[in-house]
């Protein structure tokens, strides 16, 4: 008797788990932005997968002088590129990401966010200056950017378009050709 009981109270508490945690799960995904249409307004969660709402974050710059905020809308279409200074990849791509942006400053932004939590904040300032970044390079000293994005390797990119919808999530390097093609697509929607 005692043995059903007890049986009984913990399905009885998992049940309670279970509905607990999605509640929270729905919480979550509700979060987001209202996109009006000619149907009507579409609500889009928040999340760093194609087509969805760019999560939003707020950044310092490397110098600490500026603040820089992801979310929403936006005048220009914005790249997102996570990166590291140790990461051999993350150089290979750097000359492609300064020639984007000299070639297209009009149209886009590119944010280099740093994955600081990972990074030596010299070498950083280091990289930055030997390849010639003239966009903004921010500092995610506690990963949380990186975090809400889903970031697991560098470099990772992300195209996002006027309305804050990712429109790319873009893992490793790609050739400036292929770079190209996707900056073309964002920019004629």
């Given at each position: 008797m005692k043995r059903n009981?007890?049986?009984l109270g913990f399905v009885f508490?998992?049940?309670?788990?279970v509905v607990v945690m999605n509640q929270t799960?729905?919480?979550?995904?509700?979060?987001?932005?209202?996109?009006?249409?000619?149907?009507?307004?579409v609500q889009l969660p928040e999340s760093p997968v194609k087509g969805a709402m760019a999560?939003?974050?707020?950044?310092?710059?490397?110098d600490?002088?500026?603040?820089?905020?992801?979310?929403?809308?936006?005048?220009?279409?914005?790249?997102?590129?996570?990166?590291?200074a140790w990461c051999g990849p993350c150089e290979?791509?750097?000359?492609?990401?300064?020639?984007?942006?000299?070639?297209?400053?009009?149209?886009?932004?590119?944010?280099?966010?740093?994955a600081t939590n990972y990074d030596k904040l010299r070498e950083a300032k280091d990289f930055v200056k030997e390849q010639g970044f003239e966009f903004?390079?921010?500092?995610?000293?506690?990963?949380?950017?990186?975090?809400?994005?889903?970031?697991?390797?560098?470099?990772?990119?992300?195209?996002?378009?006027?309305e804050g919808i990712v429109v790319e999530r873009?893992?490793?390097i790609i050739s400036r050709k292929q770079w190209e093609k996707y900056l073309d697509n964002a920019l004629a929607s």
């Open positions: 009981i007890l049986i508490l998992a049940i309670i788990a799960n729905k919480q979550g995904t509700q979060q987001g932005a209202t996109l009006g249409t000619a149907q009507g307004d999560p939003r974050f707020e950044l310092a710059s490397l600490g002088a500026e603040q820089y905020q992801v979310g929403g809308e936006r005048d220009k279409l914005l790249i997102i590129n996570f990166w590291a290979e791509e750097a000359p492609d990401l300064v020639d984007i942006y000299n070639e297209h400053q009009g149209q886009l932004d590119i944010y280099a966010v740093n903004p390079v921010l500092t995610d000293a506690k990963g949380t950017a990186g975090d809400l994005y889903k970031v697991f390797s560098y470099p990772t990119s992300f195209i996002v378009n006027r873009i893992e490793g």
